[in-house]
Each structure stands twice: as structure tokens, then as C-alpha cells.
């Protein structure tokens, strides 16, 4: 009689090799209880890996008696759904990267790490009521039990299995001993459907959001894709939340992702005022935190999950909607690893799950508006703010030739007075941190530049230099370290020279600073925030962190410090980006009754497309970026991939893609361009040289077929194995 094939576990492991691996089951399985979606551990080289399993078969193109067994089954039950298994393999292939890397994205750290996962789910260890009056001094001689003990003290409502696998090594022998004890015990739950939690009463309102709630409600159940364009102040949150109750009650689960939770404590507040059991779910979480938050969307404990970027793969018990804020942020792009954007990946979960997905801005990108006028977007519109408050007026400043002070011109520094005197607040926008950005030798010419990137090092008020790319800091020398002798002048302005200045200039107005160096300290950013409410700080100045939704009603004066700078970058996005950092900056003003004004500091007053932002608004701005777009053949009217390596030495990443062209250029033929290889535009970085090749095509679907045709050969090249080289499909930023 013939024996039956051995069962084939076909195995995503994180390694940057583009194919899964085969395995025979553990000794002694029960094959019938394995499926996809379980962590398994499996020898991969000379260490272990945890993998996930992604498919069954009785067939592998490895010789039976080569296959090696997994080492260990390490879930009773598929913890990722076949739903995010199927997102994962169209991932992997529409970004061309290794798909055990893209799976590892499916998990939290604690679940990759191969930690237990199973009884977070099911159930909660909790102190017993012998346990909360249990002596301590009776587990001198036990040191585990009593940090146990105390840990769970600290915890009232229990903790899950993972969030202890994150707090505490090894505590499944002691929780055994403290048992036994009767000090605690394990709670069993069923969790409640998202329907039966409850949802507080939202705000009015106003007729454009009535509008765009009904439209974004009878989708509920099917998929649509809606474009929410709404000007600064237009009550677009409101509109995420209304609809967001909707597909609770129905319910559903709803999934915000937000660009940085961090900056925007505001919109997490009122999340959490409107529904009380939502999680939040972001890399600065503890892992234990991560977990629990994890495990409550993929139970369906949680109606309501916000989150960043990596939230997009988070499991959803009951998914009914799914709403991106901000879509136009470059934050939603990954940029390094697995490069891809939360946002589209978005759009294309909410279809594969049939239900609608809401994409919010008040300045769009050009590829939703595109997408839009596709007739693939449906566009909603809020035309007005909420309530009371009136459009800011705009107003270029051409600061040539004006007597200036550390950046700020006369007619900057009236105007701020004249809204001061009126009670008002003034908001001041620098989009670069620091003190100085230059320092330069006043004999010689030299400037103070970075020892691993081609950047000149940028002066802190604590005198110290620091790298903005790679980190690295080192104090101010005394004299110029190339001819020894000249003395070191300090040139430009970031917000710590601006805070200094309008101290001076202001000394008996509250002064507050807004960005990166000033909010490390936790709670920082609320305490400014909070102060900024409370009229504590008459003045905020800060970077691009102040154009994360911030309502700051008392504003009512916008003044951006330069707006020449976003106008010339290399980046063919650069005016979107400088347009969009503009208008979201400028939306702080005039957000309650008074009407908000808003001055732009230029020496390029009249530079085309400025002009056009101030006079027409954005809408229209976007209209002639996308014609200028459609003339060149850029993006969102071609398809664009990014193909980047590095090394340390400058020539190395240079042969390996033009290598790597070679290769490339038969799959791509006539209808893939091939630009390059060239030096990225900053070529050396964290002492590193980097180089790229760009690909350009009409159609998305000549460049994914010419990707997918090339780069294994790609992988075997022998350059490849002298380089970090990665491919970024629809890159953010092509420098």
C-alpha cells in the first residue's frame, strides 16, 4: 500500500530573501489542527526564526529528505486572520518585497518575538481578594512571586498573557505558585460585540457635513472609496466620528489612522470622549500595551482602534469602516524595510473587506484629487468652516530690502503687536529647528559640515552642533578648524534663534516653542498645548509639528517666518508639500469668532505659484500642479519606482545599479524608462554613499510587470551582496 505524502508547511520567515520555506510538521502533530495563520518556529540556518505558516500543501520543490521540521507549533489556533494573510501576500507582491518581512508587519514585537499570544484573547489574571491582603514578607525567599504579586497589584483589572509576557520574564512558574496560594485567579469573558458598547452624543451639524455623514452612512456595508476635502476649521473630525458611531451601532468596527498620535492629543481626546472603550495603537506604546491593543481589535473587544501608519494591518474582528485623517501627510509612507503607504493600503483593505473607506484633508494630494476625477473617489466637500468662524485672510510679505530682526520683519513684528494689543494670539511658523542652520568661518569661507553626510551641521542654543540627518552632535569650536585662525559666525535661523529673538523683542509676553528638541520630555506637548488653551502663551512658535490639526481658538494671527524655502527642493513634490505646509499652518488662524489673519514672509513675492496659492486657494493651486504633472509625465499620471543601495564606499552602490540596469533594461524595453544610476542628492549619510535608478512608466502595469520579471535576477547578482539595496514602489521622496 502507498503512504501518503508528508504534509508541506509552507512558511513565511522574516529574512530579506523574496520566497517563503518549506517544512515537515513537528514530530507527533496533529496535522489536522494545523493551519494558516499559526507562529511556528523553525530552524533557519545555524539559529531559529519564528515564522508564520502561510499555506498547506502535499507538495514542495525540495526533495522530502532535505526538509527540515519545524521546530515547534507555537498557537492552538491561526492568530492572523486569512483576510490580512491575502493583504499580505498582494503586498508583497505589489511592493516586490520578501514576503516574511511584510507578515512580520501583521504582529506586534511580542507576537514576533515568538512570545505566548493564546490567552490574551480568553482570559485575565487578577489578584483575588486573599491576594490584595497577602503578606509580602512571606515571599522573602520567593523574588519572582513577589514582583509578580506587585505587578498585578498595580493593575487592578487583571492583565492579559502578553501584556505580563512584556513586564515580566518568565512568570508562568510563579503565577503557578501564586495559585496554588489562591492569591489570584484567571477571569474568563466573552467579549461584547462592538454594537452593545456605548457611544456618546456627537456635536450638530452643519449642512455639508450632514451631507457628507448620509453619503459616508448608506456605504456602510460595501465598498466606497470617499475623498472628505474640507478647509481648515470645516469640522472634518466630526464627520469621521458621526459616521464612525454609526458603523459601531451597526455593529462594526472602525479604524482611524492619524499621522502621528503624538501631536494630536486633541483628536485622540475627543475619540475617547465620544466612545469610551477605543485603544489607541502605536510604536511608542509599551509591548505589552501594543499587545493588548491587538488583541482587543481582533476579538472585537474595541469598536474603535486609532492608530498610525502600521495600524493599517491591524486585525479587525468586525471591520465596518476604515478612515485615514491628514491623507495627504508623508508620514503614512514607510520609509524604510517594507515600503509601503498605509494610505492606499487602506483603500485596498477596505475594498477586499466591502466596506467603505473615508480619506480626510483639508489640502488633498494630487493623487486623490486625480483618483477623484477618475471617477475611483467619490469627492465630498466642506467648503466652510464650523460655526462662526470666517476663512483667514492671506497676505505675502515682500520682505526685500526691510529692516529685519533675526528673521522677523518689521511689518511682521507690527503686525504682531497690533494682535497682541487686541488680546489675540500669534502663531510663528519655521519649518527648521535649531538655532542657526549655518556656521561659517569669516576668513576663510568654511563651513562646519558634518563628518558622515554631506550636511552642514545645524547650532543649538546649547551651543552645541548637531546633524539633523544622522544624529551626531558635538560641541561648538572656538575657532574655524580649517585655517585655524578665522572666527566662527553663525548665519539663517531656526526656531530656537526666533524664540530668542521675540524674547527680547517681547519680554513681557509668554513665549512658547513647538517642536522636536522641545516636547522629548513626556507630557511636554500636552502642558504646551494646554497652556496655549489657557492663554498662558500669547506667542507659539514651532515647525511643521504645528500644522498637525492643533485647534488653537485664539489664534488669530499666522505668521510664516519663510516660505522660500520649500519653493526650490529637488523633489518634484516640493511645491505640493510646500502649498500643503502653507495652507495647514495658515488654518490655525481665526478658528472662533474673530477672523484670522495669516503673513507670509517671501523673497520671491512674485514667484507663479505662491501667487496662486494666496489669490486662488488650494483647489485651484492643485488643478495647475496637476496640469504642469500631466505635461511632464509625473506622478499620479505615471507610475514610479525607486531603486536605492548604499555602501561605504562611493563607487560600490554605483556598479551595483548599473548592474542591476543592465538587468533590468530588457523587462523594461520602451515602455519603462530608466533614469540613472546617479548619486542621491545627499550622496554621503551616517557615513554611507547612496546612489539610485529611477523607473518611470505610463502605466502602473507595465512597471509591476517589468519589476516582477527582473529582480530575482537582481538578487543573485554578486554586486548585491556589496550593498544595502532596497526598491521603493510609488516613493514619497525621490532624492
Not at 257 to 274: A, N
Amino acid at each position: 500500500m502507498k503512504s501518503s505524502a508528508p504534509l508541506i508547511l509552507h512558511v513565511a520567515v522574516p529574512a530579506p530573501l523574496p520566497r517563503q520555506f518549506d517544512y515537515l510538521p513537528p514530530e507527533h502533530a496533529d496535522q489536522a489542527t494545523i493551519a494558516p495563520g499559526m507562529r511556528v518556529r523553525v530552524p533557519f540556518g545555524k539559529r531559529e526564526a519564528v515564522g508564520v505558516l502561510l499555506a498547506t500543501s502535499a507538495h514542495s520543490d525540495v526533495p522530502a529528505a532535505k526538509l527540515r521540521r519545524v521546530s515547534a507549533l507555537l498557537d492552538e489556533a491561526p492568530l492572523i486572520p486569512a483576510d490580512l494573510l491575502a493583504l499580505a501576500h498582494w503586498s508583497a507582491d505589489y511592493y516586490h518585497h520578501p514576503i516574511g518581512e511584510v507578515v512580520g508587519a501583521l504582529l506586534p514585537p511580542t507576537l514576533r518575538a515568538g512570545k505566548s499570544g493564546a490567552a490574551g484573547p480568553t482570559g485575565m489574571w487578577r489578584l483575588t481578594a486573599v491576594g490584595t491582603t497577602a503578606d509580602m514578607n512571606m515571599l522573602k525567599r520567593a523574588p519572582k512571586q513577589a514582583a509578580l504579586l506587585r505587578l498585578l497589584a498595580q493593575h487592578a483589572g487583571g492583565m492579559e498573557s502578553g501584556a505580563l509576557d512584556a513586564a515580566l520574564a518568565h512568570w508562568q512558574a510563579p503565577m503557578r505558585a501564586l495559585l496554588q496560594h489562591g492569591w489570584v485567579e484567571i477571569v474568563r469573558h466573552v467579549p461584547p460585540t462592538p454594537a452593545a458598547l456605548p457611544v456618546a452624543a456627537g456635536l450638530s451639524l452643519n449642512a455639508a457635513q450632514i451631507a457628507a455623514v448620509h453619503k459616508i452612512q448608506a456605504a456602510l456595508g460595501s465598498f466606497q472609496a470617499f475623498l472628505l476635502d474640507g478647509v481648515t476649521g470645516s469640522g472634518k473630525t466630526e464627520v469621521y466620528l458621526e459616521a464612525m458611531a454609526e458603523c459601531v451601532r451597526r455593529g462594526g468596527q472602525a479604524l482611524l489612522l492619524v499621522p502621528e498620535i503624538g501631536l494630536t492629543p486633541q483628536l485622540l481626546q475627543r475619540v475617547r470622549r465620544r466612545f469610551t472603550t477605543a485603544v489607541v495603537f502605536h510604536s511608542a506604546l509599551a509591548a505589552g500595551e501594543r499587545l493588548a491593543a491587538w488583541q482587543a481589535a481582533r476579538t472585537g473587544r474595541t469598536p474603535v482602534v486609532v492608530g498610525t501608519r502600521s495600524a493599517v494591518f491591524l486585525p479587525l474582528k468586525h471591520p465596518g469602516l476604515i478612515v485615514v485623517d491628514e491623507e495627504h501627510d508623508a508620514s503614512f509612507k514607510q520609509q524604510d524595510g517594507f515600503r509601503y503607504s498605509a494610505r492606499d493600503l487602506a483603500v485596498v483593505r477596505s475594498a477586499r473587506h466591502h466596506i467603505p473607506v473615508v480619506l480626510g484633508s483639508a489640502t488633498p494630494s494630487l493623487e486623490s484629487l486625480h483618483n477623484c476625477a477618475q471617477l475611483r473617489y467619490a469627492h465630498l466637500s466642506l467648503p466652510e468652516r464650523a460655526g462662526a468662524a470666517q476663512h483667514p485672510a492671506l497676505h505675502l510679505l515682500d520682505i526685500r530690502d526691510r529692516p529685519m530682526e533675526d528673521g522677523l520683519s518689521d511689518l511682521l513684528l507690527d503686525a504682531m503687536r497690533r494682535h497682541l494689543q487686541a488680546e489675540g494670539q500669534v502663531l510663528l511658523f519655521l519649518n527648521r529647528r535649531g538655532y542657526a542652520p549655518t556656521v561659517m568661518c569669516h576668513v576663510c569661507g568654511a563651513t562646519l559640515q558634518c563628518r558622515r553626510c554631506d550636511a552642514r551641521l545645524t547650532l543649538h542654543a546649547n551651543r552645541r552642533l548637531q546633524c539633523h540627518h544622522c544624529g551626531t552632535e558635538r560641541p561648538l569650536p572656538a575657532r574655524c578648524e580649517e585655517c585655524g585662525a578665522g572666527a566662527l559666525g553663525q548665519y539663517g535661523y531656526g526656531t530656537e534663534r526666533i524664540e530668542r529673538a521675540l524674547a527680547r523683542l517681547f519680554p513681557d509676553i509668554g513665549i512658547a516653542r513647538l517642536d522636536r528638541d522641545s516636547i522629548r520630555r513626556k507630557g511636554k506637548l500636552e502642558a504646551l498645548l494646554d497652556g496655549m488653551q489657557r492663554g498662558e502663551y500669547p506667542i507659539l512658535v514651532g515647525t511643521q509639528m504645528l500644522a498637525k490639526g492643533h485647534d488653537f481658538p485664539r489664534v488669530t494671527l499666522v505668521g510664516i517666518v519663510d516660505a522660500d524655502q520649500g519653493m526650490f527642493g529637488v523633489d518634484f513634490r516640493a511645491s505640493e508639500r510646500m502649498a500643503q505646509l502653507i495652507m495647514q499652518v495658515a488654518g490655525r488662524a481665526g478658528r472662533a469668532e474673530r477672523r484670522g489673519e495669516v503673513l507670509i514672509q517671501t523673497h520671491h513675492p512674485e514667484h507663479p505659484l505662491l501667487t496662486h496659492l494666496v489669490r486662488e486657494g488650494y483647489a485651484s493651486f492643485a488643478q495647475a500642479l496637476l496640469a504642469e504633472r500631466r505635461a511632464a509625465g509625473l506622478p499620479p499620471y505615471a507610475a514610479m519606482a525607486l531603486l536605492r543601495a548604499e555602501a561605504v564606499a562611493r563607487a560600490v552602490p554605483l556598479a551595483f545599479l548599473d548592474a542591476a540596469r543592465r538587468k533590468l533594461a530588457p523587462a523594461c524595453g520602451r515602455q519603462v524608462q530608466l533614469l540613472g544610476p546617479a548619486p542621491a542628492p545627499m550622496e554621503r549619510r551616517a557615513g554611507r554613499y547612496r546612489a539610485q535608478l529611477l523607473l518611470i512608466a505610463a502605466q502602473r502595469a507595465l512597471l509591476q510587470q517589468a519589476l516582477a520579471t527582473a529582480l530575482p535576477a537582481l538578487y543573485a547578482l554578486k554586486q548585491a551582496r556589496r550593498v544595502r539595496w532596497s526598491l521603493d514602489v510609488d516613493p514619497a521622496e525621490t532624492f
